[in-house]
Each structure stands twice: as structure tokens, then as C-alpha cells.
């Protein structure tokens, strides 16, 4: 009954190296987002996707970037990771449109990624 | 930006009933959403409300002031399991898709 999936739980990365957070969803969505959690900051918004091919930047975009090919995989590429990207990171997914419901978020399982 | 307020943490006991507030300070306001996250979990989706009101879901009702810019999250007959990070979010009509997430509320219930 998995409806996001995000391939990796748990990262462990050196500074510098480049990494990459897939997530994948089987409901047909149009919208995806890529969150990441961090104590007392709550979620932030990195990049969104309204469309395949289509990116929108959120509020916390620097140092991360996105590719979406494909309708039902959104990925999230640090190119250089840095200590300060350790970080539980959260891939959502929602229907899109104008209907009830439509912006209901379901969210992955996370992956907490550690930078040294 | 959105300013969306809501308390840190919050305590209460097994049976009682606790309120949750969130504020809210939004251009083109559109619904609020709140969802619950279970420590080391992903959020899921609790309630939605568009219009001003209450909207009861079984334990957990939310209601929505929009003049007041003003939600609140009930829970009634807590038990230990509500224990969990509770997260207000609003949407706005230009940029539907997106939410904008409070910094959530963490709920201990104790026995």
C-alpha cells in the first residue's frame, strides 16, 4: 500500500561529494515537493514540480537542484553536499487542480541524510 | 511571506481534551491544513478547511476563522498514541500546490 517511496532511508555522504534522493509515487500526481526537516525550523520548501520537466524553486533552493523526466519520479541532487545539508528530507506528492482535496500533501517515509 | 504561528509544545493527559491553535497572516489566503507526525514518521493528513467553521472527523475537529486568520485543532479523549508533532499549514490561491507549513506543535500525552 506504498504510495511515495523514497529510495534511500538513511545516507551517510563526505562534504564535497554529489548526491542523489530519489522518490517515486504511483497515484498518478501531477504536483511533487521535496521538504527538508530540521529541529525547531519545522518543513521547508527546496522544489516543486507542477508538471514533468517542470521545476519551481521554493524557499530554500541554494545548493540543491531537481530533475523530473517522468511524471511519477521527482529526484533531488545535491551537487556538492556540504555539512550543513545533514537534514531529514521529505519527498510529497499531491492530485492537483482545483478540486477538494486536490492539494492533500502525501508525504514519503523521509530520508535522513548525513553529511561529514 | 506567511507568518504562520503556532505553540511549541503542549502537554496534556490520557482522556482530556486539548486545543491546538494556529495563526495565520496570508495574502491570498485559500484553506489551512493540518497534519500529524509521529516521531520518526512522515506527516499525514488530519483535516482541511476551506470555509469558516467547524469540521468534526471523529476525535479531532478543526475549525477555521478566516476573518481572524485563526485555526484551532481539537482532540478529544486524548490517549497516549496522539502523542505526536502537530503541523498547521496554509495555501494560497496563487500558488495553489504549495503549502506553507507552520513549525508544528509537539503534544505529550501522559497516562
Known amino acids: 500500500d506504498v504510495k511515495v517511496t523514497q529510495s534511500s532511508r538513511y545516507l551517510v555522504k563526505r562534504t564535497g561529494e554529489k548526491v542523489f534522493l530519489e522518490c517515486v509515487q504511483d497515484m498518478d500526481h501531477e504536483n511533487m515537493f521535496w521538504y527538508r526537516q530540521d529541529p525547531g525550523l519545522g518543513l521547508r520548501l527546496i522544489y516543486f514540480?507542477?508538471?514533468?520537466?517542470?521545476?519551481e524553486k521554493g524557499d530554500i533552493p541554494e545548493g540543491y537542484s531537481v530533475s523530473r523526466e517522468k511524471k511519477e519520479r521527482f529526484s533531488l541532487i545535491l551537487e556538492s553536499a556540504s555539512t550543513n545539508q545533514t537534514s531529514m528530507y521529505l519527498c510529497?506528492?499531491?492530485?492537483?487542480?482545483?478540486?477538494?482535496?486536490?492539494?492533500?500533501?502525501?508525504f514519503g517515509a523521509g530520508s535522513r541524510l548525513t553529511v561529514l | 511571506g506567511q507568518n504562520i504561528d503556532q505553540p511549541t509544545e503542549m502537554t496534556a493527559t490520557e482522556g482530556a481534551i486539548v486545543q491546538i491553535n494556529c495563526t495565520y497572516q496570508?495574502?491570498?489566503?485559500?484553506?489551512l491544513f493540518w497534519y500529524q507526525q509521529h516521531a520518526g514518521e512522515a506527516p499525514t493528513f488530519l483535516s482541511y478547511?476551506?470555509?469558516?467553521g467547524l469540521e468534526e472527523k471523529g476525535r479531532f475537529s478543526s475549525f477555521l476563522s478566516r476573518s481572524k486568520g485563526y485555526s484551532y485543532l481539537l482532540l478529544k479523549e486524548l490517549q497516549m498514541k496522539d502523542s505526536a508533532s502537530y503541523l498547521c499549514a496554509v495555501t494560497r490561491g496563487s500558488t495553489l500546490g504549495r503549502l506553507y507549513f507552520g513549525r508544528g506543535t509537539q503534544l505529550t500525552v501522559w497516562p
Open positions: 514540480s507542477y508538471d514533468v520537466k517542470m521545476k
Open positions: 496570508t495574502s491570498g489566503f485559500n484553506g
Open positions: 510529497a506528492s499531491s492530485l492537483g487542480g482545483l478540486s477538494s482535496g486536490a492539494n492533500v500533501l502525501t
Open positions: 478547511n476551506v470555509l469558516d
